[in-house]
């Protein structure tokens, strides 16, 4: 059995689903992916059993064909050759033959039956979203998301969807970011799953083109799968209980600051140069209507200076300042509310002016 195929052919839908291979896996086929050719359609699939990646590509060769082939392996082999290089595959029962120009090579091969897949959805919920819309969703909350932290249920992103909004929510237990849309919602009940990091980081890839089109979730028990023009994936979900994030959120806004967004975030910037790496630590000391801003470290200190609106309290408190600068980088409009916590054990808030589609919280730290 065998066939070809250009590198333009192949090389796009390959970078779209190698995320999910990962260098050292438990079942040799898993470091593999799968190519099928059927009526005129390139479908390369890859998994690692907890998320599945297809990409497809209508092609010219109208062949039945498939075979499994190792994907970094193959990706090495072709991603520098011209785009219309054409590919011969000699395909045999342990071994595939790849010929290029005056190169050849000789890959493993498995049993394309032998190709795990994650189980067909049934039961699922459908909404529609605009793929722009979902994509800032995940992008302007995500960066909270826990890494590798002993509780699951943080090492994700929490969807929370009833029949008026979409919800997504990420916090790794320090900060906590809060996305929320209003929009019309078929749904008989509300819905909540946890969709884990590596599937997060694959989605956002896959939403990373600007295409103003509505694409469907289908959330059901177990699973999570959306299905773009040519790409779908398929990730099982987090099972566990995600905290009540609304207890954190500041309900006293008597301490409310109002502070030009692009001066904070340089002042931050300028103060990062000198934070202590372990404790990551600057000192934010309210008076007078202003903001003074200290940071310090073994090589040095810094001290930036920056005016609030209509806020004369004193107030000292001390952040980690790469969650305050991701969170301004984020954030858009020219001046943000800040909600000062009035004790320790409290969270501090952040957001836009007259617009709470986005949220923030961060808790204070001792340095």
């Known amino acids: 059995m065998n066939t070809q195929l250009t590198v333009n052919e192949l090389l796009d839908p390959l970078h779209t689903i190698i995320g999910v291979v990962e260098n050292k896996q438990t079942l ?12 005129g359609e390139l ?22 064909v498939s075979f499994t082939i190792y994907a970094k392996d193959l990706i090495d082999i072709i991603r520098k050759l011209n ?33 795990p897949s994650l189980p067909k959805i049934s039961n ?23 890494s590798q ?27 906590l970011s809060i996305g929320e849309i209003k929009q019309d919602n078929k749904l008989s009940d509300k819905k909540t799953v946890i969709l884990p990091r590596k599937a997060v980081i694959e989605l956002t890839k896959l939403l990373d083109k600007d295409e103003n089109t509505d694409i469907d979730i289908h959330l059901s028990e177990n699973y999570f799968h959306l299905k773009t023009q040519n790409t779908t994936i398929i990730s099982r979900l987090i099972d566990g209980n995600f905290p009540n994030y ?3 959120i500041p309900s006293n806004y008597e ?22 790496e372990r404790t990551k630590g600057v000192k934010l000391a309210f008076k007078d209507n202003q903001i003074n801003i200290f940071s310090h470290s073994e090589r040095g200190q810094a001290k930036t200076k920056i005016e609030t609106n209509n806020f004369d309290k004193e107030v000292e408190i001390s952040f980690n300042i790469h969650y305050l600068i991701s969170i301004l980088e984020n954030l858009t409009t020219d001046d943000i509310n800040m909600i000062l916590p009035s004790s320790d054990s409290q969270s501090c808030l952040l957001s836009s002016i007259d617009d709470d ?4 919280v961060v808790m204070p730290m001792k340095i």
């Open 357 to 360: 589609t986005y949220q923030y």
């Open 124 to 146: 699922s919920e459908v909404i529609k979203i605009n793929r722009l819309t979902l994509k800032e969703l995940i992008k302007k909350t995500s960066f909270s998301m826990g």
């Open 149 to 175: 932290d002993i509780r699951a249920y943080l090492n994700g992103l929490y969807f929370e969807v009833d029949k008026n909004n979409i919800i997504v929510v990420a916090t790794d237990g320090h900060r």
């Open 43 to 64: 479908t390369l699939t890859t998994t690692d059993m907890e998320i599945e990646l297809r990409s497809s590509k209508k092609i010219q060769a109208q062949e039945e």
């Open 255 to 276: 301490n409310t600051v109002v502070v030009n967004r692009q001066d904070f975030l340089e002042s931050l910037q300028q103060a990062s140069i000198f934070v202590e």
């Open 28 to 39: 040799p086929i898993l470091s593999h992916v799968l190519i099928q050719l059927k009526n």
């Open 246 to 248: 609304a207890q954190v």
């Open 83 to 115: 785009a219309n290089t054409i590919i011969e595959f000699i395909i045999e029962e342990s071994k595939i033959y790849i010929k290029t120009n005056n190169n050849s090579f000789e890959l493993n091969t498995f049993n394309t039956a032998e190709f």
